[in-house]
């Protein structure tokens, strides 16, 4: 009995040393947190307003804050600061303040934290390179769309959007096939954000080296992006590629680029080719192009058996202009085939019209 | 010396405003929200006010709309700073009242020089 109530008074004892033990520790964590919290905001309370003065000046010198951002922390806050103002400015203003980051080295130093081991710290580093529209990081941004957090990988391609520089449009191309994939939602605004200077390598896109995702993403950021340089790449690509949602995707893009000589090849697709969803495509098209040369085609769709293909066909009629609303005032007179999706499309247009 | 009001939510903004205003030999007074930004330019009856669009309690039309509508303050001009930039929003924004609009990301220099063009004109 006594050796069973001294080893109850013995578990006692361990257990209350191991709860002070746990308290003692959280009250250590925590005061730590408070003084490196406190640290920051002394060391951001000298940053914050000698960074904003430094900015409303007309031409000031990079090094002018070289007193203020001394040692790591100071460094940190600099580069905190900076990367939440480059996103809301433009103009000379921006550039000064990408001026001083990269006099303050914060830049440089950003370059090298892309390699830090969590990933918190590579996805900022990324953000702040694309904010700043580092150029020189474009390796490092390029290396970190193959990283192996799927956050820090978005934020290198979001990164190499606002650098802009068409450059890296390949690279992000190859990271929709990677095994560790970017989302192509993030790819598609990332290349969209370099503008219509990624033409050129978005046709080379096109090429059947790339995936069927890498293909139909480039043809639909052609027709997105104007390139009409394109053209006859996207023609060559609606006639032969094998899948059909590149097919359908370069359908679209010719239709938006609105180049005259792509009429034939659609009306071809519209008539011959085997996917549905690529027939509906060139119709849609024909109707952006508009005028009467796509009429053979847009009027053998709209009697097709295929109601989904005959109402795009109709739809696009309207959009082809007066004549193509007269075609189908004619067709819904009477009861041939095309005829029910002609007056379904004219019963759209009445309410508009009123 | 021009007095001017700046209402934004986001204290970068409102800093960077201040520092590039005060700078530029402006009295400046900031504000954090419609509602507070309401009364101080009742209050304050400044030559301008630069008002975000986006912000709690009262967004940036709803305050340009009420100080329109009130005699004191119904002809203080007012630049709109936002991040709509669609035709449709700057017109709404105009059509609140408000004399000017700037899309952000903005230029604080080409602010600066539409601050100094209405302030010119309004005199």
């Known amino acids: ?21 746990l308290a003692l520790a959280t009250a250590v ?47 940190r806050s600099l580069q905190e600061l900076a990367a939440g103002l480059l996103t809301k400015l433009r103009g000379e203003d921006r550039r000064v303040l990408e001026r001083l980051l990269d006099a303050q080295g914060v830049l440089d130093q950003a370059r090298r934290r892309t390699r830090r081991p969590g990933p918190v710290g590579r996805a900022r580093a990324a953000d702040l390179l694309g904010a700043a529209g580092y150029e020189a990081a474009l390796p490092e941004l390029t290396r970190l769309l193959r990283d192996r957090d799927p956050d820090v990988r978005a934020a290198a391609a979001r990164a190499l959007g ?6 890296a449009v390949p690279a992000l191309l190859g990271s929709l096939d990677a095994r560790r994939a970017v989302p192509a939602g993030v790819v598609t605004m990332a290349i969209l954000h370099i503008g219509p200077e990624a033409a050129a390598p978005l046709a080379d896109g096109l090429s059947l080296d790339h995936s069927g995702t890498a293909r139909a993403i480039s043809a639909e950021l052609l027709g997105r992006l104007g390139g009409f340089q394109a053209a006859g790449r996207l023609i060559e690509a609606l006639g032969s590629d094998p899948e059909e949602r590149v097919r359908a995707a370069a359908a679209r893009a010719l ?50 058996p295929d109601h989904a293909l005959a109402r795009r066909a109709a739809d696009a009629l ?26 379904e499309t004219l019963g759209r247009l009445e309410p508009a019209a009123a | 010396m021009a007095r001017i009001l ?34 101080a330019a009742r209050e304050l009856q ?31 001009p007012v630049i709109l700073l936002t991040a709509k930039a669609q035709e449709a929003d700057v017109q709404r924004g105009f ?17 600066m020089s539409r601050v100094q063009a209405l302030l010119a004109r309004s005199g």
């Open chain 1, 1 to 21: 009995m006594t050796r069973v109530a001294s080893g109850f008074v013995a578990a006692l004892v361990a257990i209350t040393a191991l709860l002070v033990l």
């Open chain 1, 29 to 75: 964590r925590k005061a730590m947190r408070e003084s490196r919290d406190r640290r920051h905001a002394r060391v951001e309370a000298a940053v914050r307003p000698a960074l904003l003065s430094y900015l409303a000046e007309d031409e000031p010198d990079p090094h002018e804050l070289d007193e203020v951002v001394q040692g790591r922390a100071a460094g």
């Open chain 1, 162 to 167: 606002k650098l802009a520089v068409p450059s």
């Open chain 1, 255 to 304: 239709g938006r680029i609105g180049v005259p000589r792509s009429v034939p090849p659609l009306e071809a697709a519209l008539m011959q080719d085997a996917s549905a969803s690529v027939k509906q495509a060139a119709a849609w098209a024909l109707g952006e192009l508009g005028g009467t040369r796509g009429f053979a085609g847009l009027t053998a769709a709209l009697r097709s």
């Open chain 1, 318 to 343: 309207v959009s082809c202009g007066p004549l193509g609303v007269a075609l189908l005032q004619r067709t819904a007179a009477t009861d041939e085939p095309g005829s029910p999706e002609a007056r």
């Open chain 2, 6 to 39: 700046v209402v934004d939510d986001d204290a970068d903004i409102r800093d960077m405003l201040s520092f590039k205003l005060a700078k530029a030999g402006y009295e400046v007074h900031t504000e954090e929200d419609g509602e507070t930004g309401l009364a």
């Open chain 2, 46 to 76: 400044p030559d301008l006010i630069l008002l975000d669009w986006m912000m709690p309690r009262l967004t940036g039309p709803e305050v340009c709309r009420q100080l329109r509508d009130e005699e004191a303050t119904a002809r203080v």
């Open chain 2, 95 to 111: 059509a609140t009242g408000a004399d000017d609009y700037i899309a952000k990301p903005f230029s604080p220099r080409e602010l």
